[in-house]
């Protein structure tokens, strides 16, 4: 890497900032295309990778039914934890990641991220600060997937998500991957919501969301 490459990946990620110059000799940085699968369940992970630019999303999905899940989206400036986790513990990647955008990759082999990790406390910290933020956010999407109606799942993601104009171009599809269930629940979901008159469903689309509607309808379960 070029020390225009290094200055530039210190700056997105500041604790790597006590690295010598021959610490980077092994990193490298890549670029990987949408659509691109980066890592599946059970992997034995030979690199750590940390987002430089760009989108991955780390999902699962389950072998018993095939129905996949969102666990959390890792972007410009931020590791995968459970990634970190499988290379710091030596045991297999728990989950599956993909590229969604056009990616910007820092690689570093195991070995050199492990040694990396025991001489620099700064580095460590960073890692377990990251795993108490993701470990909040995970356990928050799990009450949200076994306790929550998917009315409020549904309003919750679409004020989340849906544009200024009160529209959202997503399958239906697409949105029960999002929130960890069926289509059937989800298209259910939506039609109900549609009948009330909070929102318009169009082919690939949802058009006209009541946002303040659906405001109310997750303050109500709070």
């Known amino acids: 890497m070029s020390p225009a490459d290094i200055n530039r990946v210190i700056r997105l990620f500041p604790f790597l900032s006590s690295l010598a110059p021959s610490d980077w000799r092994e990193a490298s940085l890549q670029r990987v295309h949408p659509g691109e699968k980066t890592k599946t369940r059970g992997d034995e992970l ?3 990778i940390l987002v ?5 999303r780390v999902f699962r999905i389950s072998e018993a039914t095939g129905r996949e899940i969102t666990l959390y989206r890792v972007r410009s400036g931020e590791v995968c934890i459970l990634m970190m986790a499988s290379i710091l513990g030596q045991t297999v990647y728990g989950a599956s990641a993909e590229v ?3 990616c910007e990759l820092l690689i570093v082999p195991r070995d050199t991220f ?6 620099h406390e700064h580095i460590s910290r960073y890692l377990f600060s990251q795993v108490t933020r993701r470990m909040a956010q995970m356990s928050q999407l799990i009450d949200q997937v076994t306790f929550m109606p998917i009315g409020y799942r549904l309003a919750e993601f679409l004020l989340l998500k849906g544009e200024a104009d009160g529209s959202l171009a997503m399958t239906h599809d697409r949105l029960a991957v999002e929130l960890g269930t069926s289509r059937e629940v989800v298209s259910r979901g939506l039609k109900e919501m549609e009948r009330a008159g909070l929102l318009k469903l169009g082919r690939g689309k ?3 969301i009541d946002l303040g509607a659906l405001d109310r309808i997750r303050r109500g379960y709070q």
């Open 46 to 48: 030979n690199h750590a």
């Open 52 to 56: 430089v630019a760009g989108s991955v």
């Open 100 to 102: 969604e955008t056009e």
């Open 114 to 119: 492990e040694n990396w990790a025991h001489r």
């Open 206 to 208: 949802i058009e006209h």
